[in-house]
């Protein structure tokens, strides 16, 4: 068989393509869903770590409890959250999450559990990198917020950190991008992931090389999507 | 001087500043009234920055008090927020909002806050008729309970005054004088020192709980200042763009401050902090940062700002601006006011010889 027939035999006449969508739409979920609430999470702690702690003394225990998550989340693999969060706090607590239906499509409970595994590990890098973005602004962006009587959160949401966002942007790009790749792990849970979903495939046939040529593609076209996308954005700011 | 007889609008009394070790402001205490240009020089390093920087606290001071418009802008009780709507600041790097538009840059302080009174007013409207229901029921025993709180406040006051007397005397009595350098230098037993501090504070916390002791109030309907958001948009938008036009930049409205020259971004720094309608503004320092054909424009609009009767405080190196503008000037230096006067005695016949010997050099 040529490569040709192998490629058709495998993802249309097996229906291979319905697996490789599943798995498309599961990786995108995880992945854009986990950078959303990442950046939210990562932001709220930056922005607590970068609060003068003189002014306010409860601040410090918020300060601490960012020190700790930062801590626990950078300091263990993101396949040994997963599987803590999967196998041990879900059960533990007894939360038992629905599937979720939009119209034809359904998005698993394991994926919205790997959602917020996602969440919570990207999160920790964001909040680093979006301190470093906060600390990058002027503090007479502050001052001058500050000034004319704003409050201090008030100045941080509008002033702030849309600045820090801009400088640190291409810095979440990278974050992003090592995240979609990072969504592999996700089949630790099984979730049918882009990768598991290749894997499927080539298990059932014994067809190794064309799939995992073909997975590997996948994830470079998406990657260069995310670039493409950074570049975009980056445009639209610089006019600031 | 019939200034003596008017309140002040801000009263500083004893402000002091360290950074660490480092004293930078050394009590100062002055009086500034309303409708006077004051105007502040002196060496770099001497405080004069600083000094402006903790009359809207974004320094905090480390003792002394700033009272501005009957408000205590050292106490952390009071809304810093609300006081400093009320005092416009210019800065020597501009600092204009990078993400926003110039519209924007002026819209969001005056916007931002009348979307807030809005709210309150709004909320305040909708409670009244249980509140007040509250208040018809349970008001005596409310009242009873403040009448209370004013007689204990009172008998603490009482009681360490008693104690207070016999501490006063013996600390009086430690007082010892003692001459170095030329200096003369009184100084007391320290531990009492400290004890007498500390009774003070406890009469004087007793003192700020009967003033603050409120009887509850049935609230009145408050009138919505505006109907809606859109309204205060509007309005906003409206002074914006009659402030841009007054300053001739109406047409740089909808551009990023990035691309505006130096003198154009402090013009609109101007404009930003005008635009809350301020009691008073301080200027730090407005035109060090500008290159020199861009100076005059922006003392041209603080000249025009001053001629229309607006409280300032002004530290500046231009001397030729501080003799027309001011009403007054103050010469810091060593983190105290060391000489003020009006221009004429204060430029032609300076009494302090620092000030003298620093004159000697600018002029």
């Known amino acids: 068989m040529s490569i040709w027939q192998i490629f058709v035999r495998q993802f249309v006449t097996l229906s291979g393509y319905k697996l490789v969508l599943e798995g498309l739409f599961n990786t995108l979920i995880i992945a854009i869903f986990g950078l959303l609430l990442g950046f939210l999470l990562g932001s709220l702690v930056a922005v607590i770590k970068t609060i003068p702690s003189y002014k306010k003394p409860g601040v410090k225990v918020f300060q601490t409890i960012a020190d700790g998550y930062i801590t626990i989340f950078r300091g263990t693999p993101m396949v040994v959250q997963l599987l803590i969060i999967h196998f041990v706090i879900f059960p533990l607590l007894n939360i038992n999450i629905k599937n979720i239906i939009v119209g034809s499509l359904v998005v698993q409970g394991v994926v919205i559990e790997a959602v917020i595994a996602f969440a919570l590990n990207s999160g920790a890098y964001i909040a680093e990198i979006m301190r470093g973005g906060i600390n990058s602004v002027d503090k007479g962006q502050l001052e001058a917020g500050r000034a004319v009587g704003l409050s201090y959160p008030k100045t941080m949401v509008s002033i702030v950190v849309p600045q820090a966002f801009k400088n640190v942007l291409p810095t979440l790009g990278n974050e992003f991008i090592a995240l979609i790749k990072e969504t592999s792990v996700a089949s630790f849970i099984a979730v049918t992931d882009l990768t598991k979903a290749f894997q499927n495939m080539a298990n059932s046939t014994y067809e190794y090389i064309i799939p995992y040529i073909v997975l590997a593609f996948c994830y470079l076209i998406l990657v260069i999507l995310i670039t493409l996308l950074v570049k975009l954005m980056e445009k639209r700011l610089k006019k600031a | ?363």
């Open chain 2, 1 to 363: 001087m019939d200034q003596s007889e008017k309140k002040p609008l801000i009263e500083v009394k004893y402000l002091t500043k360290k950074f660490g070790n480092l004293l930078v402001l050394n009590e100062i205490s002055t009086n500034i009234y309303e409708g006077e240009r004051v105007v502040i020089i002196g060496p770099s390093g001497g405080g004069k920055s600083t000094f402006l920087r903790c009359l809207n606290v974004l320094e905090d001071p480390t003792s002394g008090e700033i009272i501005f418009d009957g408000d205590d802008l050292t106490d952390l009780k009071i809304d810093i927020n609300v006081c400093r709507q009320k005092m416009g600041m210019v800065f020597q790097q501009f600092n204009l909002f990078n993400n926003l538009t110039v519209l924007q840059n002026i819209m969001l302080a005056p916007v931002t806050v009348g979307k807030k009174r809005l709210k309150q007013a709004k909320w305040n409207n909708r409670i009244l008729p249980y509140y007040n229901k509250f208040l018809e029921k349970f008001g005596a025993k409310l009242n009873a309970r403040v009448d209370k709180k004013i007689a204990k406040n009172k008998a603490i006051i009482e009681k360490y005054n008693a104690m207070l007397a016999p501490v006063e005397e013996e600390w009086a009595k430690t007082k010892r004088t003692v001459e170095k350098a030329g200096k003369v230098f009184v100084t007391y037993d320290k531990a009492l020192t400290q004890k007498k501090l500390k009774i003070v504070t406890k009469i004087e916390n007793a003192e700020r709980v009967i003033d603050r002791a409120k009887y509850p109030q049935p609230k009145t309907p408050m009138e919505l200042p505006f109907p809606d958001v859109k309204a205060i948009k509007a309005a906003a938008e409206e002074r914006a763009m009659a402030l841009l036009k007054r300053i001739g930049l109406a047409e740089k409205a909808n551009v990023y401050p990035s691309t505006l020259s130096g003198g154009q971004k402090q013009r609109i720094a101007i404009v930003r902090a005008l635009a809350m309608q301020p009691k008073v503004m301080l200027f730090d320092e407005p035109t060090s940062a500008l290159d020199p054909e861009m100076v005059g424009e922006v003392l041209d609009l603080i000249k025009t700002i001053a001629d229309s009767g607006m409280t300032m405080i002004i530290v500046t190196h231009e001397m030729g601006f501080a003799k027309e503008v001011a009403s007054r000037v103050c010469f810091i230096d060593g983190g105290k006011i060391k000489e003020e006067g009006t221009p004429d005695e204060f430029f032609n016949h300076p009494k302090d010889p620092r000030l003298q010997e620093f004159l000697s050099k600018v002029l």
